[in-house]
């Protein structure tokens, strides 16, 4: 087994937070900071800053993803997004089925499964939220949570189109809380979701699937993460609005 199979990606979900002139100006500044990254580098932006963003990351190794998308190509959804406007606005990356998603607004794993599919379809490329609440934790069910999550998430997805995708597992007690997974847990339950990917197709997919960690990851504690057989590398909240903290996150990614 070999880590250096996997693309290393980070991937900065900045949730509703910059207005698209401070996108310009942030990327500005971001593409000399992350100029040298040995790591691929993603920022996942609300749908308004989307525009600023990709033309801001022009002619840089900055990737631009969005943070949702609608299952359906067209149709009465108020206030919805599909994934052609995404591709024709010069968007790569979208995350799909985020805690807040399903929290906030209701999303499911069916819903997120008829997303993943939305979004490969049109050629972007997803990045699948899994994770367990506190109380899952607790009750020893992490491992059933995810693995479900996962199986239901990659239904009726070939093996070709999973090499267009990226797991990142989000432990929801440590969103936003400033609490951290432990670097030998955030492998465990990577390990654990790899394993389910094994189960559904083979072990070489699963080893080439890259799955990153995203509960309060930060500068301080990257490196350790980063270091995790199973950490292919990080979804980053907070610490992704800070031009200086995600500098020191992709280079720990070295």
Known sequence: MNKAVRKTIIAGNWKMNKTPSETTEFLGELKNAVQDADCEVVVCVPFVDLQNAVAAAKGTNIKVGAENLHFEKSGAFTGEISADMLIDLGV????????????????????????????????L?????????????????????????????????????????????????????????????????????????????????????????????????????????HVDGGLIGGASLKTEDFGIIVAAAK
Not at 110 to 118: I, L, P, Q, S, Y
Not at 183 to 205: F, K, M
Request: some cysteine; overall charge negative.
């Open 92 to 123: 790569d990356y979208v995350i799909i089925g985020h805690s807040e998603r399903r929290q906030y607004f209701a999303e499911t794993d069916v819903t997120v499964n008829k997303k993943v599919h939305a979004a490969l379809a049109a050629g």
């Open 125 to 229: 490329k997803p990045i699948i939220c899994v994770g367990e609440h506190l109380e899952q934790r607790e009750q020893g069910i992490t491992a059933e949570v995810c693995s479900l999550q996962t199986k239901v998430a990659l239904k009726d997805v070939s093996a070709e189109d999973l090499k267009n995708i990226v797991i990142a597992y989000e432990p929801v007690w440590a969103i936003g809380t400033g609490k951290t997974a432990t670097a030998d847990q955030a492998d465990e339950v990577c390990g654990i979701i790899r394993q389910t990917i094994a189960d559904l197709y083979n072990q070489g997919v699963a080893e080439a699937t890259t799955i990153q960690y995203g509960g309060s990851m930060n500068a301080k504690n990257a490196k350790e993460l980063l270091s995790k057989y």
